[in-house]
C-alpha cells in the first residue's frame, strides 16, 4: 500500500486528490496540510471521508518535518512549493507538484512570469507530468511537474497536428474557457455567486501565466519555437473546461486524413477520446473524470484547421492527471483509480 500526503489539502485540487485517492485500491492517504483545519481529522471538514479512508490534518511545518510517506502531493500556491520538494525528496518521497514551480525549464522564464525562483536548482530534476507526451520519463522520475489545467487542454488537443504538413504549427490562437474552480477556493469577489453567475468574461488577456508552458511544450514537438496567443475565459459553472484552438492551413488538407492521424497518435492513450468528424467536445461528457475529448475541424474558406478539447480542470487539468503519474511513478497500472466514468447531467 503506498502512503500519500497530501499538501494543500483543503484547496480545490486537494479536496479532488482526497476524492480520487480514497477510493484507490492501492494508496492510504495518511496526512494532508491545512492552515484553517489543521489539529483535525479530515472527516470533521469532509463528511465523504470516514471509517478506514479518515487521516489527520497538520500544519504543513509539522506535515513536512516527519514525512512518513511514499509520495507527496503538493497543492501549494506558486512559491510555496518550492521550498517544499527539496526537503521531502531528501527524506526519499516521490513528489508531484500542482503548482507552476517546477513546470518551467529556464528560470529567468519563471522569473519573468511569476517572479523571483525559491529554488531554481530543482529544475532540472523535475518531468514535465503529461503522460501522453513524457511517459517513459515520468517512469523513472522522482519529481513531476503537474501540467496546467489550460496547457493541458490545449497541448491535448493540437500534439497530432505536429508533422502534418498543410497544418502552420509555428504559430497558434488559443480561446480557452474555464469554470471558476479554476481560480481557487479562497474567497475573492470577481469569483463569487453574484459576480460571476450571469457573466461570461475574457481576463488575463495576452498575460495569462500558462502560456509561457504551452509554448515550451509546444516548441519542443515543433522542434523550433511557437508563439500562442492565448485568451482565457471565465464561465458560470463550477467546473469543466473547452480550449480551441486556431492554426493557419499552408495547403487545402483532408480531415480523414488529418483524423486518422489524431486516431493514431491516442490509439493506445486510455483517457484521450478522438471524436467522430461533426462532432465537438462538451463538458458535461467528462465532468469528475480524467477523460479528455478532442476534436477536429477545417475551415477551407478562412483557411484555418480548428482543434478542440474538454476536459474537467480539476481532475485530468489538476487531480486526476497527478494521480496518473503517480500510478507511472510508482509501477501501478497508469488507470488504477481513475477510471470512474463521469457524472452526467
Not at 166 to 192: F, L, P, W
Request: hydrophobic fraction near 40%; include cysteine.
Amino acid at each position: 500500500m503506498i502512503k500519500a500526503l497530501i499538501f494543500g489539502c483543503t484547496g480545490y485540487t486537494g479536496i479532488e486528490l482526497t476524492r480520487i485517492l480514497t477510493a484507490h485500491p492501492d494508496v492510504k492517504i495518511v496526512g494532508g496540510s491545512s492552515r484553517q483545519h489543521a489539529g483535525k481529522q479530515a472527516s470533521q471538514v469532509f463528511p465523504f471521508v470516514h471509517g478506514a479512508h479518515d487521516f489527520p490534518l497538520r500544519s504543513l511545518a509539522e506535515l513536512a518535518s516527519a514525512p512518513d510517506a511514499d509520495v507527496a502531493f503538493l497543492g501549494l500556491p506558486h512559491g510555496e512549493s518550492a521550498e517544499a520538494i527539496r526537503p521531502l525528496m531528501d527524506a526519499g518521497l516521490k513528489v508531484i507538484d500542482l503548482s507552476a514551480d517546477c513546470r518551467l525549464h529556464d528560470s529567468h522564464v519563471y522569473e519573468e512570469w511569476y517572479g523571483a525562483h525559491k529554488d531554481p536548482e530543482i529544475l532540472p530534476q523535475a518531468v514535465y507530468g503529461l503522460p501522453e507526451i513524457h511517459r517513459d520519463a515520468i517512469r523513472t522520475a522522482r519529481l513531476v511537474a503537474n501540467p496546467g489545467c489550460y496547457p493541458t487542454s490545449v497541448i491535448l488537443a493540437t500534439a497530432p497536428l505536429f508533422g502534418i504538413a498543410e497544418v502552420d504549427t509555428s504559430s497558434i490562437v488559443v480561446d480557452s474557457k474555464s469554470g471558476v474552480s479554476g481560480a481557487g477556493r479562497g474567497a475573492k469577489a470577481g469569483t463569487s455567486f453574484c459576480e460571476i453567475g450571469e457573466g461570461f468574461k475574457p481576463y488575463n488577456v495576452s498575460r495569462h501565466r500558462h502560456t509561457p508552458e504551452m509554448e515550451q511544450e509546444l516548441s519542443e514537438l515543433h522542434g523550433a519555437p511557437v508563439k500562442v496567443r492565448f485568451t482565457p475565459h471565465l464561465i458560470p459553472v463550477s467546473r469543466g473546461m473547452v480550449s480551441t484552438v486556431y492554426l493557419r492551413l499552408v495547403s487545402e488538407p483532408d480531415l480523414d486524413r488529418i483524423l486518422d492521424a489524431y486516431r493514431g497518435f491516442y490509439q493506445d492513450e486510455p483517457f484521450v477520446r478522438v471524436l467522430p468528424k461533426g462532432q465537438y467536445p462538451d463538458t458535461a461528457f467528462v465532468r469528475g473524470s480524467n477523460l479528455c475529448l478532442v476534436a477536429v475541424e477545417v475551415d477551407l474558406r478562412a483557411g484555418w484547421l480548428i482543434a478542440m478539447s474538454a476536459i474537467d480542470n480539476l481532475t485530468k487539468g489538476a487531480s486526476g492527471e497527478a494521480v496518473q503519474n503517480m500510478n507511472l511513478m510508482t509501477g501501478l497500472p497508469e488507470t488504477t483509480g481513475l477510471m470512474g466514468l463521469p457524472v452526467f447531467p
